[in-house]
């Protein structure tokens, strides 16, 4: 990917992103991936001033991503916005939460739902980069892991459709899984480790490297 003179680059989705991005001691990126993607990439091309910004919350589904979309992607007019979202919308239908109005998000909705944010942000003329949800699972019978499939290929289809980047992050991790065992990512499979963020950020930048 091109990069060019004060571009501003959103990153958005769930607690994956929002990494305590509020928190004081890590703000405005948070002490995840972002963090590390983004500083890598100013430090790369420290002449361009490149906007970074950090639009994750917790919790998120797509349902509630799309619902604050106006207000936390097309108002900022990002010039390339940065996806992670869907384990949630997957995850509370094995983990519930305590709020009842928070339920799961099937795959049919999902696709609706982040075809109708994608849509709108092509209308700006933002380029879009598209990460997969992730399961630090090493078990191939697992039933999350065999459901987490339908929401990747959403993913794969709305990234083909709109012409976005792809980061393969489960695809990578499939690779590793045999060889790195699944506690040393994260202690519910799901929020990473410090270490696997920036492995995280590393895939991220050698996707946009590469589009």
Same mark, same amino acid.
């Given at each position: /990917?091109?990069?060019? %003179? &004060?571009? =501003?680059?959103?990153?958005?989705?769930?607690?994956?992103?929002?990494?305590? &991005? @509020?928190? =004081?001691?890590?703000? !405005?990126?948070?002490?995840? %991936?972002?963090?590390?993607?983004?500083?890598?990439?100013?430090?790369?091309?420290?002449?361009?001033?490149?906007?970074?910004?950090?639009?994750?919350?917790?919790?998120?589904?797509? @349902?509630?991503?799309?619902? &604050?979309? =106006?207000?936390?992607?097309?108002?900022? &007019?990002?010039?390339?916005?940065?996806?992670?979202?869907?384990?949630?919308?997957?995850?509370?239908? %094995?983990?519930?939460?305590?709020? !009842?109005?928070?339920?799961?998000?099937?795959?049919?909705?999902?696709?609706?739902?982040? @075809?109708?944010?994608?849509?709108?942000?092509?209308?700006?003329?933002?380029?879009?980069?598209?990460?997969? !949800?992730?399961?630090?699972?090493?078990?191939?019978?697992?039933? /999350?892991?065999?459901?987490? @499939?339908?929401?990747?290929?959403?993913?794969?289809?709305?990234?083909?459709?709109?012409?976005?980047?792809?980061?393969?992050?489960?695809?990578?991790?499939? =690779?590793?899984?045999?060889?790195?065992?699944?506690?040393?990512?994260?202690?519910?499979?799901?929020?990473?480790?410090?270490?696997?963020?920036?492995?995280?950020?590393?895939?991220?930048?050698?996707?946009?490297?590469?589009?």
């Amino acid at each position: /990917m091109e990069w060019k %003179y &004060r571009q =501003k680059i959103l990153f958005i989705g769930d607690s994956i992103t929002d990494a305590l &991005r @509020r928190e =004081k001691a890590y703000a !405005p990126l948070g002490c995840g %991936y972002v963090h590390f993607a983004g500083c890598f990439l100013q430090a790369r091309l420290p002449e361009l001033d490149l906007q970074i910004e950090n639009r994750g919350i917790s919790g998120d589904t797509t @349902r509630e991503l799309l619902a &604050r979309w =106006k207000e936390d992607c097309l108002d900022l &007019r990002p010039d390339v916005v940065s996806i992670l979202v869907g384990i949630n919308d997957l995850w509370r239908g %094995y983990k519930p939460v305590l709020e !009842p109005q928070k339920t799961s998000v099937v795959p049919e909705e999902y696709e609706n739902n982040l @075809r109708q944010m994608l849509s709108e942000v092509q209308r700006l003329g933002s380029r879009l980069i598209l990460m997969e !949800p992730f399961y630090f699972c090493s078990d191939p019978a697992d039933p /999350m892991l065999a459901d987490l @499939r339908a929401y990747l290929d959403v993913v794969h289809t709305l990234a083909a459709e709109f012409s976005a980047v792809l980061v393969p992050l489960q695809q990578e991790y499939e =690779k590793l899984k045999h060889r790195v065992p699944e506690e040393k990512w994260a202690d519910d499979r799901v929020h990473p480790y410090p270490w696997a963020h920036a492995w995280i950020a590393d895939q991220w930048l050698s996707a946009v490297d590469g589009a």
